[in-house]
């Protein structure tokens, strides 16, 4: 078990592009959940799948944002047509059903996007 | 609505020192509580949780932390802090809503430590 992979670990690009991370949750996980935490903030909750089904999307998400979980193992984040304001740390956590009061999610250590 | 304050934006205390990080929380029944650090460019790591029973509770590190309800209260601990605690906590309180387990993160402590 090596924990959640996230991929890139950086990300830099120009306003307008389109981006995708990756996230690897722990094998076992069937939970996967989506955060963005921006400077000087808390983690903020985005999305939620429970094995392939997306189960809750936060307002936070706009259109411009699309995740997926094809086969319930990796997710994928889009950002479409990126804007400054999307700056920020993106982090992926996993968790297995019923032990998330107990035990807490596991999370990885984040993809961070710069939007120039 | 349920959320979390960390009043103390920065702390600094000098290394073999107490601590206390102050964690206030709003919530309608018995919360689980947990207390995470991160350090810079990283992730969160879990110190510490509370989801019932003995209102003090022992983390990683050395780190513990009370539950006081009559307080609203979660203000994690360490009797003499390290020059590697330095870092970010944040408190967060598990929030389950039409079965999705969410987090609510307060927006941070930033620990310095001094030689």
């Known amino acids: 078990d090596t924990g959640v992979s996230q991929d890139p670990r950086h990300k830099i690009t120009k306003r307008g592009q389109n981006v995708t991370f990756r996230c690897d949750p722990i094998?076992?996980?069937?939970?996967l959940y989506w955060y963005r935490q921006t400077l000087g903030q808390g983690p903020e909750f985005l999305t939620y799948?429970?094995?392939?089904?997306?189960?809750?999307k936060s307002r936070l998400l706009s259109d411009r944002f699309s995740a997926e979980r094809p086969k319930g193992s990796f997710s994928t984040l889009e950002i479409q047509r990126t804007e400054q304001g999307d700056s920020a740390m993106y982090l992926c956590?996993?968790?297995?059903?019923?032990?998330?009061?107990?035990?807490?999610?596991?999370f990885g250590s984040g993809t961070r996007l710069t939007v120039v | 609505a349920q959320s979390v304050t960390q009043p103390d934006i920065h702390i600094t205390v000098s290394e073999g020192a107490s601590l206390e990080l102050r964690c206030n929380y709003s919530?309608?029944?018995?919360?689980?509580l947990f207390w995470y650090v991160q350090s810079p460019g990283q992730g969160l790591q879990l110190l510490l949780k509370?989801?019932?029973?003995?209102?003090l509770v022992q983390g990683i590190k050395g780190f513990e932390a009370e539950f006081k309800r009559s307080q609203s209260s979660f203000n994690l601990r360490k009797p003499s802090v390290h020059w590697s605690d330095a870092a970010e906590y944040f408190c967060?309180?598990?929030?389950?809503?039409?079965?999705?387990?969410?987090?609510?993160f307060g927006t941070g402590t930033r620990l310095k430590v001094l030689a």
């Open positions: 956590a996993s968790s297995r059903t019923g032990t998330e009061g107990n035990y807490g999610y596991t």
């Open positions: 094998s076992e996980h069937n939970r």
């Open positions: 799948f429970q094995n392939e089904a997306q189960l809750e």
């Open positions: 919530y309608g029944a018995t919360p689980y």
């Open positions: 509370y989801f019932s029973g003995d209102t």
């Open positions: 967060a309180v598990g929030s389950r809503t039409s079965g999705t387990y969410k987090y609510i």
